[in-house]
T-cell receptor, first 116, second 112 residues
Framework: GAGVSQTPSNKVTEKGKYVELRCDPI?????LYWYRQSLGQGPEFLIYFQGTGAADDSGLPNDRFFAVRPEGSVSTLKIQRTERGDSAVYLC??????????????FGPGTRLTVL | DAKTTQPNSMESNEEEPVHLPCNHSTISGTDYIHWYRQLPSQGPEYVIHGLTSNVNNRMASLAIAEDRKSSTLILHRATLRDAAVYYC?????????????FGKGTKLSVKP
């Protein structure tokens, strides 16, 4: 079946612009996660959805970052007034339930964001 | 969340076994040990997980020390496609907020 997909695969923008990154999770997965990965580092958690609601947004670095999942499926990560430090690969993952210690997360290929 | 310690890098020859170590001395009794790997230019992928007993699947084996303070991911015959960054991650069995906490992992290089 189809895995997690993310669009666009690459996004180049200018400092100060607004960007939206999209994630299509695996059908039927209730949990959805956003991570950010800088070069040479492991992925860093941003936000976690259980259904339509954000169960944990403690990883969002500041109020320029916002994410939604209005129908409990597709999610959009929104970044306002982008800064050069926002340049990274943004990864999305989904899992069937999300709340157990053995729940496997399935990752998308990521969106590489470059802020000039 | 409990912390894990892994070597920054390891090398292996193709078709030889690889043992990737992970120390987690502060593991709690209800933490699962997960391994994910990330191939170049891809998102991480699940490899294996375990709680107390050793585990085998089609990708790898997981050997867990009796005191659970360390574990080893075993690739029985490394291939070039196994070159990746391998992450050892602890996850509470319940009451978990769900997200994975990644360290820097071990970068595995496989030589032909």
């Amino acid at each position: 079946g189809a895995g997690v997909s993310q669009t666009p695969s690459n996004k180049v923008t200018e400092k100060g612009k607004y960007v939206e990154l999209r994630c299509d999770p695996i059908s039927g997965h209730t949990a959805l996660y956003w991570y950010r990965q800088s070069l040479g580092q492991g992925p860093e958690f941003l936000i976690y959805f259980q259904g339509t609601g954000a169960a944990d947004d403690s990883g969002l670095p500041n109020d320029r970052f916002f994410a939604v999942r209005p129908e409990g499926s597709v999610s959009t990560l929104k970044i306002q007034r982008t800064e050069r430090g926002d340049s990274a690969v943004y990864l999305c993952a989904s899992s069937f339930q999300g709340v157990s210690g053995f729940d496997e997360q399935f990752f998308g290929p990521g969106t590489r964001l470059t802020v000039l | 969340d409990a912390k894990t310690t892994q070597p920054n890098s390891m090398e292996s020859n193709e078709e030889e076994p690889v043992h990737l170590p992970c120390n987690h001395s502060t593991i709690s009794g209800t933490d699962y040990i997960h391994w994910y790997r990330q191939l170049p230019s891809q998102g991480p992928e699940y490899v294996i997980h375990g709680l107390t007993s050793n585990v085998n699947n089609r990708m790898a084996s997981l050997a867990i020390a009796e005191d659970r303070k360390s574990s080893t991911l075993i690739l029985h015959r490394a291939t070039l496609r196994d070159a990746a960054v391998y992450y050892c991650i602890l996850r509470p069995s319940r009451g978990s907020q769900g997200n994975l906490i990644f360290g820097k992992g071990t970068k595995l290089s496989v030589k032909p």
